[in-house]
Every structure is written in C-alpha cells, then in structure tokens.
C-alpha cells in the first residue's frame, strides 16, 4: 500500500469508527425510549392526566404532580432569572478581575458541579426550617433556584461575552452611563443566549427528585396546590413512588409519567427556540 | 439646522483655571497614556483648533488612535489603561477627578472606524442618545431632532421613507452616515473621527467627505485617517505621530509640502508606512 492509500484508509476507519460511537449513542437512546414508551403508551389518556393519584393503579392520576411542577418551576424560574442575571452582571460588567471577583467566579463554577441532593440538604435546613416555609411550593422552588443559579449565571456571563465591544462603544460615545449602556445594549443583544441558558436550567430543575423529597415534598398527594405555601408533589416524584410499588400496573403508571415529563421537557426546549430565534430575527 | 434646547454645560474645573487661548478648543500638554505597562503615548503636547478639521497621520501603531480616544475618556473603559498629562477642552480639564465623563461624552461625539449602527430602528439609532440623555421625551420634539440630525448627516433622503427599519439593513456607506446623525444629535462641540471611511467604497468615502466639509463650520473636528490624500483633501491642519510620538503638527498644506523633520517628509512622500 502506499503512503497515500494508507493514509485514506485511515481517514476511513476514523470516520467508520465515529458513526459506530454515534449509533451506539442513538441505539442505547432510543431502547430506552422505546422501553418506556411501550410500557407506557396505553396508560396515557385524558384522564390520565387529569385525575389524582389513587391506590388502585387503573384510576391512578398525575394532575397534584403535572400542577405541581409547573408551579415549581414558576417560582424557580422568578426567583433564578432576577438573582441569576443580577450576579452576572456584576461579575462580567462591574466586579471584572479583581481578587474577589475570581474567587466567587471559582466557587459559582464548582457550585454548579455539587451534588443535588447537597441542595436539597441546604434547603431543608434553611427554607424549611429557619425561614418557616415548610415543605411548600415555595420552599421547593427556592430550593431548586439555588441549583439552577450556577448554569443560569454561567451561561448569562457567556452571554454577556459575546455582545461586541463596538456596540458599549457606541452607547457610551453618545453619553450613556455604563447602566444605560447594559440595559440598552448590553442586556438585549445577550438575551437569546441568557434565555438558552434559564431553559437548559429549568431543563435541569424539572428532573431533579433528590432534593425535594429531602426537603419534604409528599409522594401521595390528592389536591393541587392553591397558594406558594402550599404543599405539593412534582413528577419525578410521582414516577419515583410508582416505580417503588411492586405491582405491574403502577410500572405502567411510572412510565406513562415519565412520558409526560419527557414531552415537557422537549415542549419547553422547542419553545426556548423558537423564542430565541424569533428574538434574534428581530433584531437582526 | 439643529435648533438649540439647552445651553451647554460646563465642567467642573480647578478655580483659576486661565482661560484658553482664541481659537483654541483642546489644549494638550505632556500626555502620556500607559496600556498596563505598555506606553502607548509619550509627551504629546499640541493645541487643536476650533471649527476647522484636523486630521492625524501616522504608520499603525503610532498611537494616534488611542489619542483621539483620550480626548472623549473613551480609554476608561479598558482595564489597566493610565493617562498622565493634562487635557484642557474650552480650559477645563477633562481628566480632573470632578469631570463628568458622562457629560464629556456628550459634548466629544465620536464616530468609530467600523460603523456600529445598534440593532434598532433608523430612528431609534438617532434618538437613543437623546433619550438616554434624557434631552426630550417630547415625541414631536424628538421627531424634529431625529429629522435634522439625519438631514444634517445627508442621510435623510435615503430613509426618510424607512425610519422603522432595522438600521441593519442599510448599506456600509449609509451605516457609517447615520452613526454620523446619531452622534449630531445631541449636538457635541466636537466630533472625533477614527478612520471613518476606510471601511467604505471610493463613491462612499466621497460621501463622507463632502460631509465632514459641511460639518467644520458647526464643529471642531478631528480625524484619524489612514489615508494620506484623504487627509489632504479634508483637514486644514494635520499632525503626524510616530511611534506614539507626535512629530510634527501645522496647517495640512505646510504638512505635506514643506515639513520640517526629515521623518514627516519620509511619510508623506511615502518613504515608510
């Protein structure tokens, strides 16, 4: 073989061997997903839905969890949003380069790996106890805010970077303060990129079971919550009750609940999309 | 014609400051400018007309950027940047801890080499420094502004049927005349120029020039420029600066026929740059 011919071979076998890794990838995916789904799929209905949870696993409902989450989320979303771009304004605009600056950029980055059980712990402990929330929708979504703020501040500072030194430029030329400066220019032009980042947060939050139930979310639950002092359920944990039971029939319920969640999860990613580009259109 | 709203404010300056010489709008003495630890400007020291163009010259790199950008304060915003030396605008010191570099900014316009319309509307473009100045929130009285200025900028007949459209969507030419109406708008002294035509076309450039002609007899303005006959043809008085140095300095004509340091003589005949 000549040196050439080698050479192609080898390209080819790189390239053979990257679609093996990349069906192995999609393979393992999509057993999953078909594993759950034919589990599943004769479960979902309306009244699935739509009904609360019960002993028998027939009637057996998500409506207390799907209402739950969404609340939950509500309350992460404003308590991370504010607190999140807040942060990394500070960082990114203001606090730049000092001493100080470096050192909370560091511990937000290591925040951001910490397990989320560890959340859960500070929740229960702070929210739940010392502030007297007790296992409610607020105290859920505090708690969830927390995990949330790393990867909303990150991804807001990422944000901030790419906005082009000649737009603050051109807003300071014309005799704008550097508030003005952020709020005008600085703040929308990053805002498709703020907003990838809250989704990939929420994306994050919806899922998370562990530090919920730390901090007292109920597993069986027959109302919907009716104020942010509410107690509530969410659906990972409703999944998680299910899943715990030893008859077939609630392994079904377990899997037409993770349906659920997975179509929510990919609504609220399409919907971030969508947004984005519809903001990024506008602007351009 | 923009009408006035306001009289001009003053800066806060040390009392006794002397008054300036006639004619003179910016008074610099011993200035140097330090990036971290890099000198980037040594001892310039060089009084800039009123109401006339005066452009700066010079190989990249000589410094002559960043001493446009000194005279707005734009330099602040880089981290580890240092001035030293004075700066006098109409005798007040432009660098004296009291100066409202907000205001400043106001009264020192600026236009940038690379046109930086913001992703807004035409009329947007124009009207956000006098929003953000808060100079009118009249709506009348800030369509009146927004139409001089752009007139003033001999743009508006291309966009007065068009104001609501993304100032994106104009050409590279048009871009860089409407940043022009953005930074007339709120009626600055001077208007600072960092290469504003070296990204346009031969027809563009012209535009602009034509432009920075009828400007200087409302405007003290300064220009870099890249381009030696560009210089020629605008500015009344130019100044050549050499590794951060200012070399020479006098009227455009002396500049680029008779100078009187060998190095001046070598850049405009072309010998380096």
Redesign the interface.
Known sequence: MTAGARRLAGDRLLQTLSILVLALSLVALMTLLYDVWSDGWQRLDWRFLTSNPSRRAAAAGIYPALVGSFYVLLVTAALSLPLGIGAAVYLEEYG??GRWARLIEINIANLAGVPSIIYGLLGLSVFVRVFGWGPSVLAGGATLALLALPVVILSTREALRTV?M????????????QW?TIW??VL??AFPGILTGLILAMSRAIGETAPLITIGALAYIDFTPTSVMSPFTVLPIQVYNWVSRPQAAFAENAAAGIIVLLVLLLTLNSVAVVLRDRIQKA?? | MIRPLRPLTTFTSPPGAAAPPTGVKIAVTGLDFFYSQKQALSAITTDLQANIVTAFIGPSGCGKSTFLRTLNRMNDIIPGARVEGQILIDGHDIYHPGTDVVDLRRRVGMVFQKSNPFPKSIFENVAYGLRVNGITRNRGELEGRVEDSLKAAAIWDEVKDRLSESALMLSGGQQQRLCIARALAIQPEILLMDEPASALDPIATQRIEELIYQLKTTYTIVIVTHNMQQAARVSDRTAFFWLGRLVESGPTEQIFTSPTEKLTEDYVTGRFG
Request: proline share 9%; aromatic share 4%; no cysteine.
């Open positions: 730049g380069g082009p000649s737009a603050r430029e051109g807003s300071y030329a014309l005799g704008a303060t003005q005008h220019q929308p032009s602007r351009a």
